[in-house]
């Protein structure tokens, strides 16, 4: 029941949100990046060989990974460009009762809930904002105790190198493997940036949890439909949502 109808709260964005039915109770859904539609194709052919886990999931991160950075590779020569291209991944599948919700970067997977028997819907999230937030900028400290400028203040918020506000992603290999950003084919086209070592990862958080007769419906979106909502939901909504969603 739970699992049908969060299936069917998915349809009216379909135009954003890919889906893919494996079965009348197993589903794949994501955002419709492209990273996010290379991530399906892997983790469909995952999932009918080895059944779905939390470590299928992350097997399948890793393919649309090494498949990315094998197609930087091909292209080299022409679009050496291609090594600073990345893309945040978000994630769910649905199967046996079970949600399973993975992501890299800031798009954000949100699930609504009713309250008891009244018509209260209370927000739920389910993925881990992969941004330079304070934790983030201390672990980076940490790791990079010879980089003072590992974490820059610019443009209104943190970035990594000054770059890039995630730290997580499918892509951006030059900011995972320095041998990329060394090349003098790349540094003729993008700005110099000194890198010692990798300072961005393709690690996904992933949350599994049990479905019930009380969830409505899951909200899949980048930053930027957050970022929106924030600021036209009723500010009585809206302070809420960094809290609960």
């Known amino acids: 029941m739970g699992d049908r109808r969060l299936l069917d709260s998915l349809t009216p ?27 399906l194709e892997n983790g469909q052919s995952l999932l ?15 393919a ?5 950075i094998h197609m930087v590779k091909n292209s080299w020569i022409s679009r050496p460009q291609m090594a600073s291209v990345g893309s945040c991944c978000l994630v769910g599948a649905i199967t046996n009762g079970m949600l399973y919700v993975a992501n890299l970067g ?3 997977a949100v699930l609504g809930r009713q309250v008891g028997h009244s018509k209260s819907v209370v927000a ?16 980076l400290a940490e790791l990079h105790p010879d980089d003072s400028h590992i974490v ?13 506000q995630v730290s997580r992603s499918i892509g951006d290999v030059y900011l995972k ?20 070592r990798p300072v961005m990862t393709a690690e996904p958080s992933i949350r599994v949890r049990e479905l019930r007769r009380d969830d409505l419906f899951l ?15 009723p500010s009585k909504w809206s302070s809420k949502i960094p809290e609960q969603a």
Request: glycine share 4%.
């Open 13 to 39: 964005a379909s135009s954003l949100i890919s889906t893919v039915s494996l079965s009348p109770r197993d589903c794949f859904f994501d955002t419709a990046t492209p990273a996010d539609s290379r991530f």
């Open 48 to 62: 009918r060989a080895r059944g779905l886990s939390t470590e299928v999931i992350k097997q399948a991160f890793n």
């Open 64 to 68: 649309t990974e090494e498949e990315f």
């Open 106 to 108: 800031d798009s954000r």
């Open 124 to 139: 739920e999230r389910l993925s881990n904002d992969h941004n330079v937030a304070e934790e983030v900028r201390k672990e």
């Open 152 to 164: 820059v203040y610019s443009r209104g918020v943190w970035r990594i190198k000054g770059i890039i």
């Open 177 to 196: 493997k320095p041998e990329f950003y060394r090349d003098p084919l790349f540094q003729q086209v993008v700005c110099p940036i000194p890198i010692k």
């Open 219 to 233: 909200i899949f979106a980048s930053d930027g439909l957050w970022e929106q909502l924030v600021m036209k939901l």
